[in-house]
């Protein structure tokens, strides 16, 4: 059944040749037709129109205007006639400039952009598309050109005129991303599994590679959860009459003599498994499926005659999918790693072959397989329906790390949250083992982390291939990615559910000058900041330097428990083991303390690290087969009381789950009561206590639990960042001396001000500043 939607009528002004259309008091589509023909399907982009029933006037022939329409948040003037810059235009109420508050229709707006199709030979910075918010708080959508979703097939327009829409909800990001997924569809729930590490690599593995790989994989405990087959699963050396061999659906029995056994195998390794496929040249008769293509196609199989790629076609539609891809899915393929490289849509009568690609595969993996997935490539504002995205082939460089970062908070921008970039690099570089293990940590912190390099046979990702010191912390960094699954999961149901992507820049929290400079720093989930590491390190001190902008607050080291006081901009410094992550003050973080087990299902034991100094309520959302359990964390720290409530109408918690709950930064405390208490023991950082049977409600007071004093931990960490500074003994011991002995902070700071090495004194500082 086709579906068509204009939005409410009691919504919509219309005239000659114009409607509009309030959609919110804070977005309204404007269209214009010279035939009176507006367009009511869903398209490319939007698939809801009736998001609510806004507030708003309207007059009519006023101040020479035909029209103005009127919310709370904008004001529309429309003169009549075809939409000119002169006819139309609308007017904020929000003031953020003292001259750009309006919007001449056409007019390109300047916004805090968005993303772009790929970073295939990216080496650096590259030019963003715009996107949906701006600081002066509108922006606005050209939707003219998509095509439109009939009976769930996409077809070009025949309607032709202006379909746009303008967005003005000031510096509400949230908002303006909610009702933006209110429109156009929120992001699907990604497959727990795809949460955790990727391994990828453009080489041509046999089969007793493969498996000897992940053997490896598994006795240096690397966990992986998804195996990725690069081209040459299929075959590539094909006869010349064929053409290029970067088409193909044939396992490479050379390489793959037993496929079935291969993908049987790592799935009872708890691996999920997808192949890379270059779909452009179609079906072509040196394939396997070939011959049922060709029947079902009516192909004349003596001249070869090829199925030409051609979603558009129903027939041909049908056998890629029954014929070849379903064949190869019965084996074991999981789903699909759509690697379309031949450009957008020819002509405006055509639809972009990549938007036919996403919506079709992800349609058949969800109808088969219940949670869809798709690696594929971005096609422009709607393709967060279609998860994961593919950023694409970059070079190895600083440059290329150094962008990353920003690219992928921004695309928040546009509502496109899930990036999978080639972590490492993909191609061309050099060797560098802190670049390497750098990229890494930042894919940790990812939407997505995976691993892929080229097929040069020196490029490949294991960590085994760096030296021995990076070699451990990348194996100890990607454990850590399988122990953040929980909470990574938990965002991944927020995003699908209330529009809040796993990583977004700093400005949609704070709304002050400062979140907008710091563009590469940003919130990983509610409760972490991550500021990644995108140069290189100081050689005498053996340390990187980032420049980060703590918030208001207390915000605490991820992986020391150290507290830094916010409102503040600071350098901070890390050698190879540690990463800038912080736990804002109150953050409650669920982690998963076996991280070498199976990621799928819901883990028996929990680790939740808890953080003091303010008041929090956290939601853990689980979930499994299209039914969720919600944990609620309520965390009253003026009171020292913390409540946790488990709702599971359907059991799918683990029965008897044990949670760890783990208090950072904290003097010893009591409890009261403790019934459920198994253990209470503590360390120089933390306090422990394990409770079993969490589904039954608990409720307990800490008593005697105040911030811990750190100037322990500070005198540690300072004798070890000298112990490793490259610097001259005597002034490692001078130093050293003048730090125990000062009686203030400042006075040391006053001898840091003598030293002749400022970087020296900068790095210095930061300890300082703990105290």
């Given amino acids: ?48 129109r009736n998001l609510g029933t806004p507030d708003f006037k309207v007059y009519r022939q006023r101040n020479h205007h035909e029209l103005e329409i009127v919310t709370d948040y904008f004001h529309l003037y429309y003169k009549g006639g075809p939409f000119t810059a002169e006819s139309l235009y609308i007017d904020t109420k929000y003031g953020y400039s003292s001259y750009d508050n309006r919007w001449n229709f056409g007019q390109p707006v300047n916004t805090l952009k968005g993303t772009v199709r790929t970073l295939d030979e990216a080496d650096g910075v590259v030019p963003l598309e715009e996107g949906l918010m701006s600081r002066n708080g509108y922006a606005a959508i050209d939707d003219s050109a998509s095509f439109i979703i009939e009976n769930d097939l996409l077809r070009p327009r025949t309607a032709i005129g202006a379909d746009w829409y303008y967005l003005a909800y000031g510096h509400d990001y949230f908002s303006c991303l909610k009702d933006y997924y209110q429109l156009t569809g929120f ?16 080489h041509a593995y046999t089969q007793d590679e493969y498996q000897k790989l992940f053997q490896r994989f598994e006795q240096a405990g690397i966990p992986f959860s998804v195996a990725v087959l690069d081209i040459n699963w299929h075959l590539t050396q094909i006869p010349r009459r064929f053409g290029s061999g970067w088409t193909g659906y044939t396992w490479n029995h050379k390489l793959f003599p037993h496929p079935e056994r291969l993908l049987k195998w790592l799935h009872e390794r708890g691996k999920k498994v997808t192949l890379n496929v270059h779909p452009a040249d179609g079906i072509r008769a040196f394939e396997a499926p070939y011959p049922t293509v060709a029947k079902h196609l009516n192909l004349d199989t003596t001249a070869e005659e090829p199925a030409l790629f051609n979603l558009h076609d129903d027939a041909f539609r049908k056998s890629y999918f029954e014929d070849v891809h379903h064949p190869l899915e019965k084996i074991g393929v999981d789903f699909w790693w759509i690697d379309w490289q031949q450009g957008t849509n020819l002509s405006t009568h055509s639809v972009d072959p990549l938007w036919l690609l996403n919506h079709y595969h992800f349609k058949d993996s969800k109808q088969r397989h219940g949670e869809g997935l798709i690696l594929s490539r971005y096609a422009g504002l709607g393709s967060h329906r279609y998860p994961v995205g593919f950023s694409g082939d970059t070079i190895v460089s600083w440059a290329s790390l150094a962008f990353q970062p920003y690219f992928t908070a921004t695309a928040a921008n546009v509502g496109y949250t899930w990036w999978s970039h080639d972590i490492g690099g993909h191609m061309h570089g050099q060797r560098d083992d802190e670049l390497a293990l750098r990229w890494l940590q930042f894919g940790v912190f990812s939407p997505i982390m995976r691993l892929h390099s080229s097929g040069n046979l020196f490029s490949g990702k294991e960590p085994w291939n760096y030296n021995h010191e990076t070699a451990a912390i990348m194996r100890e960094f990607l454990r850590l990615r399988h122990e953040l699954i929980p909470y990574l999961d938990s965002a991944n149901f927020k995003t699908h559910k209330f529009g809040q992507p796993l990583v977004r820049p700093m400005y949609y ?13 940003a919130m990983f989930g509610s409760e972490m900041l991550v500021a990644p590491i995108v140069k290189p390190q100081n050689q005498r001190l053996k340390q990187s330097k980032v420049t980060i902008w703590f ?28 990463y800038p992550v912080f736990v804002r003050a109150g953050g409650i973080v669920p982690l998963n303390p076996y991280p070498l087990s199976d990621p799928t299902p819901l883990p028996k034991t929990l680790t939740i690290k808890l953080y003091p100094g303010a008041d929090n309520v956290y939601h853990l959302y689980e979930h499994q087969a299209n039914c969720t359990a919600v944990t609620t964390f309520t965390w009253d720290w003026h009171k020292r009381r913390l409540r946790i409530k488990v709702t599971d109408p359907n059991q799918i918690i683990p029965k008897r789950r044990i949670l760890q709950l783990h208090f950072i930064g904290v003097t010893p405390f009591t409890v009261h009561p403790a019934p459920t208490i198994k253990n209470n023991t503590s360390t120089h950082k933390q306090r422990i206590i394990f409770i079993q049977n969490a589904g039954a409600a608990f409720d307990a007071t800490f008593e005697h639990m105040a911030l811990a004093p750190q100037r322990d931990l500070v005198v540690e960490r ?15 011991e001078l130093i050293w001396q003048k730090f125990i ?27 300082v500043y703990l105290m």
């Fill in 1 to 48: 059944m086709t579906k068509r939607q204009s939005g409410q009528a009691s919504n919509i002004i219309s005239g000659q040749n114009y409607r509009f259309t309030v959609l919110t008091e804070r977005m309204i589509r404007l269209e214009y037709s010279t035939d009176h023909h507006f367009e009511d399907h869903l398209t490319q982009m939007v698939q809801n």
């Fill in 187 to 202: 992001p699907p729930l990604l497959p727990r599994y795809a949460l955790g590490n990727w391994w990828s690599r453009y």
């Fill in 509 to 521: 929290h704070h709304d002050e000058p400062t979140a907008y400079e710091f563009n590469q720093q």
């Fill in 551 to 578: 918030p208001e607050g207390y915000w605490f080291d991820f992986f020391t428990g150290l507290r830094y006081r916010g409102n503040v901009i600071l350098n901070v410094f890390r050698d190879n083991h540690r």
């Fill in 718 to 732: 300072l004798f070890d960042k000298l112990r490793r500074a490259q610097i001259d003994y005597d002034l490692k």
């Fill in 741 to 767: 002995s000062a009686d203030s902070k400042i006075q040391f700071i006053s001898f840091l001000n003598t030293l002749n090495d400022q970087e020296l004194a900068t790095f210095l500082y930061e300890i």
